[in-house]
């Protein structure tokens, strides 16, 4: 089994910056992927951005040049820094880990309100 904590949201004005962080633990092994996604009230949980063990990135569309995601190995955690945020990039932002056999596990997900 594989527990995954975030921290780093909260409350920012449009324009400002947040970094969350996931840290993972339990069963770690690679190969692995850890992402985050997000889910706005009404609307369905989508892709962030998500990064191998080995560091291939991936990112939805809308969310490139503005957020980055990295991690570190040898603390199994993973990052995504936010900056330029925007109203609509308020969301519940939840981590997730793909183990080797391709199984999920999900963290209990950070708020992230994008407000003047």
């Known amino acids: 089994q594989v527990q995954l904590v975030e921290s780093g949201g909260g409350l920012v004005q449009p324009g400002g910056s947040l970094r969350l962080s996931c840290v993972a633990s339990?069963?770690?092994?690679?190969?692995?992927?850890m992402g985050w996604y997000r889910q706005a009230p009404g609307n369905q949980r989508d892709l962030v951005s998500s990064?191998?063990?080995?560091?291939?990135?991936n990112y939805a569309d809308s969310r490139k040049g503005r957020f980055t995601i990295s991690r570190d190995n040898a603390k199994n955690t993973v990052y995504l820094q936010m900056n330029s945020l925007k109203p609509e990039d308020t969301a519940v932002y939840y981590c997730?880990?793909?183990?080797?056999?391709?199984?999920?596990?999900w963290g209990q997900g950070t708020q992230v309100t994008v407000s003047s």
């Open positions: 997730k880990y793909v183990d080797w056999s391709r199984r999920e596990h």
């Open positions: 339990g069963s770690i092994r690679s190969p692995n992927t």
């Open positions: 990064i191998s063990s080995s560091g291939y990135t």
